[in-house]
């Protein structure tokens, strides 16, 4: 695929000043609508993977390769339900994750074409309605964390390095620009190392490319503590990410918008760049399943809309294009938050801040 700078540029151009006029709005989940699909292990292979002696049902960015009008159709239904970003199907796209099914070699790839097939999408659903769409390039976790040890009786081991991180972290993200991804974006961070790897890797790309895009990033608060996995609070993780100024900076998934409220509040008031929030259909059920409905889960974001702590909102797990078309729809008239002038002072940060002065 080749893609167009100049058509690029002028896309992000709009993006700038969409932003400023109305609150945006990002897609919902992947992988819950590909379950819906019914897909198996030989919809995966396709005919690449024929012979491929690791079972590989589950590894849904697989599916940009192998069953591209499936995720196509997904970004179109987003879409359709109002969504200006898709969020390219590349959570688990890197070689990290893809050595679970020793599919290393097709990692980027699989970045070039999901971003491709996003492109596309954004293209169709824009010659419908004459409205922009943008491609969200997107860098998901590893199963592997540089702050963590895997082995509860050696807490100095780490199964991982940093610079293992950021060349698969490289790798993703040229094949994302070279897709077409309009925007690049760090999510799900529970772990503030590794997203420091993605971080180094994209300036990097950036660097050698010529081609800069704007980073959005995205941390998850993993339960009622208030912090990452790694231990940071929210305004500990906003200080140790804020230097390479960011588009955006915001939390998804792990917990419902009832639940995040507080920390995108904290978010809203410390921050000087857009606040996005994605978070999911509520809490999953005994079953693991998210039984929230559109209409709930639209008052609940909404309410962040209403109260200008946002300038992006979208959903995460359990979240379909019905919640994505009832969320376009609570945040319609609300202005975007308007981006405060923080006043300058050190701030550093550990797992807690640190603010002098």
Not at 26 to 47: C, F, H, P, V
Not at 326 to 348: C, D, K, Y
Request: contains cysteine; hydrophobic residues 40%.
């Amino acid at each position: 695929m080749t893609v167009d700078n100049k058509e690029r540029k002028e896309r992000i151009a709009e993006l700038k000043r969409a932003v400023k006029k109305r609150i945006l709005v990002l897609d919902g989940a992947m992988g819950s609508l590909i379950q819906g699909y019914g897909l198996e292990e030989a919809d995966y292979r396709g005919d690449i993977l024929k012979d491929h002696h690791v079972d590989v049902k589950g590894d849904n960015e697989l599916l940009s390769l192998t069953r591209p009008d499936v995720i196509r159709e997904i970004h179109l239904n987003y879409f359709r339900a109002g969504a200006d970003f898709a969020e390219t199907n590349t959570f688990g796209s890197n070689s990290v994750a893809q050595g679970d099914y020793e599919l290393e070699h097709l990692a980027y790839e699989m970045n070039v074409a999901s971003a491709a097939i996003a492109r596309e999408a954004a293209d169709i659903a824009e010659e419908e309605d004459g409205r922009v769409r943008y491609v969200v390039g997107t860098l998901g976790p590893t199963p592997r964390t540089a702050s963590l040890s895997p082995d509860v009786n050696d807490p100095g081991f780490r199964n991982i390095t940093f610079d293992a991180l950021e060349d698969a972290y490289a790798e993703a993200t040229r094949g994302l620009i070279e897709g077409g991804s309009d925007t690049i974006m760090v999510e799900t961070i529970f772990d503030t190392l590794n997203a420091k790897a993605a971080l180094v890797a994209i300036q990097n790309v950036f660097a050698e490319t010529g081609i800069e895009l704007p980073v959005m990033i995205s941390g998850t608060i993993t339960d009622a503590s208030g912090r990452l996995l790694s231990g940071q609070t929210v305004e500990a993780f906003w200080y140790s990410v804020r230097h390479v100024k960011p588009f955006s900076i915001g939390l998804n998934c792990a917990l419902g918008a009832e639940q995040l409220r507080q920390y995108v509040d904290t978010l809203s008031r410390i921050t000087d760049v857009n606040v996005s929030a994605h978070p999911n259909a509520g809490l999953p059920n005994e079953f693991g399943e998210y039984d929230q409905s559109a209409k709930e889960m639209a008052d609940l974001v909404g309410e962040y809309a209403e109260s200008g702590l946002v300038n992006i909102v979208g959903g995460c797990c359990g979240s379909t294009p019905e919640h994505i078309a009832a969320i376009t729809e609570a945040v319609s008239t609300a202005a975007p938050r308007e981006i405060p002038q923080i006043e300058t002072r050190m701030r550093l940060s550990g797992l807690e801040p640190f603010v002098h002065g």
